[in-house]
């Protein structure tokens, strides 16, 4: 494989394959592997792009799906994806309304879809600035940053073979290393420092607080055994520990956010009180309390991250109530942390899930709630606000029938 160590005065078009991207470059075949963690395919035309390239021209090029090379500064390459970001969010022109035009209105479910299909459209036009990775994981652009130590905790050591990525990818590998390494507090754990969940790369952060809290105050049924569905960072399996639950099993069936639980429990020192176990939903027994915080919104996935937010068909939750009665332990409580949002939304209705409880051999025995305290609540320019701002969190308290 040969890599061309002069940048191109124009851009020149590439070829794309499945997974790899081939090209011609100062007389010379080349290519290089396509990584994407969300997911995204190849681009479907590519060109090779310098500090030349306007930001106008980027951005039709990245609306028409077309992929830039980056092969001049790299200061400027980012500078480039801002102004993009720039484009993306600007105001659009809303027609006036007319006899041939009369104001659409939309649902709460339409207005979600519309916003889903907005931030996809948005993610695939940032996308397109294409950076190239050379094996050893240094990248080969002036004014380039060392991200090796980075890239090694999200894909690993380093092999024998560079790749291509998006420059939008690697700032959030970036981003992701930085809170790795700084750490968030948790206010439900207790006093600093030892108050912090490092979440990992592609492990969703505990942003959300509030639900956190739920779990700190709601009435422990037992001390004695407690199992965390869907454990993630290892969050709540720590709040329990750190309550006094003697012995907690947190389970997860994605290895990474096995190993992120691990590294946070370790970091806190509570390795001797939970144990982590790679499964689908319940682990092998019963215990008198079983606490799950499934993804919110049944909605598909657009990126593997978002699948701690969106539940297709809700099956996770529906596999949570309907497994759960069978490994409650006589006179033990499932505690269902579940946002409301989805009903505001008309994704979801209150009656629905009512009737899952209930086809479950559960009954509801208790519920805490609390407002929503995320940023998006007090922004009326997000298309979801009413739906936001009437958000409530809930810590629903089931036992078997």
């Known amino acids: 494989m040969h890599r061309s160590e002069t940048t191109p005065s124009s851009p020149v078009a590439l070829s794309a394959s499945a997974t790899q991207l081939t090209w011609q470059e100062n007389g010379h075949d080349c290519q290089d592997e396509w990584r994407s963690e969300r997911g995204a395919p190849v681009p479907k035309r590519v060109v090779l792009a310098d500090d030349t390239l306007s930001a106008d021209s980027a951005y039709r090029l990245a609306c028409a799906g077309t992929g830039m090379l980056w092969r001049g500064d790299f200061q400027n390459a980012r500078l480039l994806l801002q102004a993009l970001a720039r484009r993306c969010d600007a105001p659009k022109k809303v027609r006036r309304a007319s006899k ?94 030892h108050n912090r969940i490092h979440p990992s790369y592609g492990v969703f952060s505990p942003v959300r607080g509030e639900y956190i809290q739920l779990v700190a105050d709601a009435p422990l049924p037992s001390t004695e055994l407690a199992f965390d569905i869907g454990t993630g960072t290892g969050v709540l399996s720590a709040v329990l520990a750190k309550r006094g639950v003697k012995r907690v099993v947190g389970t997860d069936l994605d290895p990474r956010a096995l190993s992120c639980a691990k590294d946070n429990i370790q970091r806190l020192g509570l390795k001797d009180k939970v144990e982590l176990v790679q499964a689908n939903l319940f682990p092998d027994g019963k215990a008198p309390l079983i606490v799950c915080n499934p993804p919110w919104l049944p909605a598909r996935a657009s990126a593997p991250i978002e699948r701690a937010i969106y539940d297709e068909n809700s099956t996770m939750l529906k596999g949570f109530l309907a497994g759960l009665a069978a490994h409650l332990a006589p006179k033990g409580e499932g505690w269902l942390i579940l946002s409301d949002l989805a009903e505001h939304l008309g994704l979801r209705t209150r009656a629905e899930l009512e009737a899952w409880i209930a086809e479950g051999g559960l009954k509801v025995i208790g519920k805490l709630d609390t407002k929503a305290e995320h940023k998006k609540v007090q922004d009326e320019s997000d298309p979801l606000h009413a739906a936001r701002a009437a958000e409530l969190t809930s810590l629903w308290r089931l036992a078997a029938k």
């Not at 397109?128 to 652009?141: E, G, K």
Request: glycine fraction near 8%; charge should be positive; charged fraction near 20%.
């Open 100 to 193: 041939t035009y009369p104001e659409v209105t939309h649902t709460p479910q339409e207005n979600f879809h519309l916003h889903r299909q907005a931030q996809s459209q948005r993610a695939r036009t940032l996308s397109m600035i294409l950076i190239q990775v050379n094996p050893d994981r240094q990248i080969s652009l002036r004014r380039a940053p060392d991200w090796r130590e980075a890239m090694k905790e999200a894909w690993g050591p380093a092999g024998t073979t560079g790749c291509v990525t998006s420059l939008r990818e690697l700032l959030g590998l970036v981003g992701a290393h930085e809170w790795h390494q700084k750490g968030m507090e948790i206010s439900a754990l207790g006093s600093a420092p």
